[in-house]
């Protein structure tokens, strides 16, 4: 896919799960009672809107997810607005009945957590509707395309062998041929490869790796491959029950991964963990979405579950701005039982942002330097 392509199905990729989010947020204020003033798709600057039951609907110029804006999310900032204006008492408390600070704590946070419940809800099902179609299946020899540095295959193999069995045995489906051999790890196993137009035994002693390598792209030879070629086998799910609590529990199980996953990620960004594998940021996401969507349909499907469940673990960690700083802070003024200051908290999400960003860029540097190797 060329770049143009690229760059347009990472941009529509990331619009859906952000507005799935933000109507999360939307949804359950206003089935609380919340005054949303403004439900937008994209950032500003504004292409149009339209008023509709005292929301304002617009479209924007900047194609990066969107947003929604309630009154009263930013603290006192309105209240003080309406009392420059010299409204009466009666007249705020009736202007600000429908403010986000005015609603209990368990409205306000069942607003704050619904966007995360929204990525989670749709990446459950995307997971299901993924479980639920034909599988491909890799069949036939394997043919190495890479070798990575430092690994049993360093040496033995090269790219364009081709792999048509181990220990004297060969192997239907790819999948079962790289479970054996990965079975065999710590003993010696004889690979048997077809190499310019000669067969040859390869010996090698595959190597022990533990799930967070295995997700870091570590396997135990160290090659990458093709498959001969990719049959459609049925899906093991019996009915749509089945698919719902397999993709529910395939969602919980990838959340509870992310966290370690993530602070790995970090560890390694910042020289903490030099063993850590790349993060992957904003172009690195890109790239792959471009790679993907060239896959078949069940790879798009879990891709975009795989996305929308990293987003949903994101937002809920408690750092700000991200929504589950909101909720630390929200829990913080409940049990000072008064608000924090305004200042106070503009400087609190400042900062966060400020971080946030300074890991993005760094996580962007990453990707690009990955780029001009040609990963």
């Given at each position: 896919m060329?770049?143009?392509?690229?760059?347009a199905?990472?941009?529509?990729?990331?619009?859906v799960?952000?507005?799935?989010?933000?109507?999360?947020?939307?949804?359950?204020?206003?089935?609380?009672?919340?005054?949303v003033?403004?439900?937008?798709?994209?950032?500003?600057?504004?292409?149009?809107?339209?008023?509709?039951?005292?929301?304002?609907?617009?479209?924007?110029?900047?194609?990066l997810?969107g947003?929604?804006?309630?009154l009263?999310?930013?603290?006192?900032?309105?209240?003080?607005?309406?009392r420059?204006?010299?409204l009466?008492s009666?007249?705020?408390?009736?202007?600000?009945?429908?403010?986000f600070?005015?609603?209990?704590?368990w409205i306000q946070?069942?607003?704050?957590?619904?966007?995360?419940?929204?990525?989670?809800?749709?990446?459950?099902?995307?997971?299901?509707?993924?479980?639920s179609?034909p599988?491909?299946?890799?069949?036939?020899?394997?043919?190495?395309?890479?070798?990575?540095?430092?690994?049993?295959?360093?040496?033995?193999?090269?790219?364009?062998?081709?792999?048509?069995?181990?220990?004297?045995?060969?192997?239907?489906?790819?999948?079962?041929?790289t479970?054996?051999?990965?079975?065999?790890?710590?003993?010696l196993?004889?690979?048997?490869?077809?190499?310019?137009?000669?067969?040859?035994?390869?010996?090698?002693?595959?190597?022990?790796?533990?799930?967070?390598?295995?997700q870091?792209g570590?396997?135990?030879?160290?090659?990458?491959?093709?498959?001969?070629r990719?049959?459609?086998?049925p899906?093991t799910?019996?009915?749509?029950?089945?698919?719902?609590?397999?993709?529910?529990?395939?969602?919980?199980?990838?959340?509870?991964?992310?966290?370690?996953g993530?602070?790995?990620?970090?560890?390694?960004l910042?020289?903490l963990?030099p063993?850590?594998?790349?993060?992957?940021?904003?172009?690195?996401?890109a790239q792959?979405?471009?790679?993907?969507?060239?896959?078949?349909l069940?790879s798009?499907?879990?891709?975009?579950?795989?996305?929308?469940i990293?987003?949903?673990?994101l937002?809920v960690?408690?750092?700000?701005?991200?929504?589950?700083?909101?909720?630390?802070?929200?829990?913080?003024?409940?049990?000072?039982r008064?608000?924090?200051?305004?200042e106070?908290?503009?400087?609190i999400?400042?900062?966060?942002?400020a971080v946030?960003?300074a890991?993005?860029i760094?996580?962007?540097?990453?990707?690009?330097q990955?780029?001009?190797?040609?990963g």
């Amino acid at each position: 896919m060329d770049v143009i392509g690229t760059v347009a199905a990472f941009l529509a990729v990331l619009v859906v799960l952000v507005l799935v989010h933000e109507l999360g947020h939307f949804l359950v204020a206003k089935r609380a009672g919340i005054t949303v003033q403004e439900f937008g798709i994209g950032f500003p600057p504004r292409i149009g809107s339209v008023m509709w039951r005292g929301t304002r609907y617009s479209l924007n110029w900047i194609p990066l997810g969107g947003f929604v804006r309630m009154l009263g999310e930013d603290g006192d900032v309105e209240l003080r607005r309406l009392r420059e204006q010299g409204l009466t008492s009666t007249e705020i408390d009736t202007a600000m009945a429908g403010a986000f600070n005015r609603k209990p704590l368990w409205i306000q946070l069942g607003v704050l957590l619904a966007g995360v419940v929204m990525n989670f809800i749709l990446a459950a099902g995307l997971f299901a509707v993924a479980l639920s179609l034909p599988i491909p299946i890799g069949h036939g020899p394997l043919t190495v395309i890479s070798v990575q540095d430092s690994s049993p295959a360093e040496g033995r193999l090269a790219e364009g062998d081709v792999i048509l069995g181990a220990d004297g045995r060969t192997f239907e489906r790819s999948a079962d041929l790289t479970e054996y051999v990965a079975g065999r790890a710590g003993f010696l196993v004889d690979l048997s490869v077809q190499r310019g137009g000669d067969e040859v035994t390869v010996s090698l002693i595959p190597r022990s790796v533990t799930r967070e390598e295995r997700q870091r792209g570590i396997g135990p030879v160290g090659f990458s491959y093709e498959p001969d070629r990719l049959v459609e086998e049925p899906s093991t799910v019996e009915g749509p029950l089945d698919a719902v609590g397999r993709g529910t529990t395939a969602a919980a199980t990838l959340a509870v991964q992310i966290p370690g996953g993530l602070a790995e990620a970090v560890g390694g960004l910042l020289g903490l963990n030099p063993n850590a594998g790349d993060a992957m940021g904003p172009i690195g996401i890109a790239q792959e979405t471009g790679r993907v969507l060239e896959a078949p349909l069940v790879s798009q499907l879990l891709f975009m579950g795989v996305l929308s469940i990293n987003l949903a673990v994101l937002n809920v960690l408690p750092f700000p701005p991200l929504d589950g700083g909101r909720i630390m802070v929200v829990l913080l003024e409940s049990a000072r039982r008064r608000r924090l200051p305004a200042e106070r908290e503009a400087l609190i999400y400042l900062t966060g942002f400020a971080v946030l960003l300074a890991l993005v860029i760094l996580i962007s540097i990453q990707d690009i330097q990955r780029l001009v190797r040609g990963g």
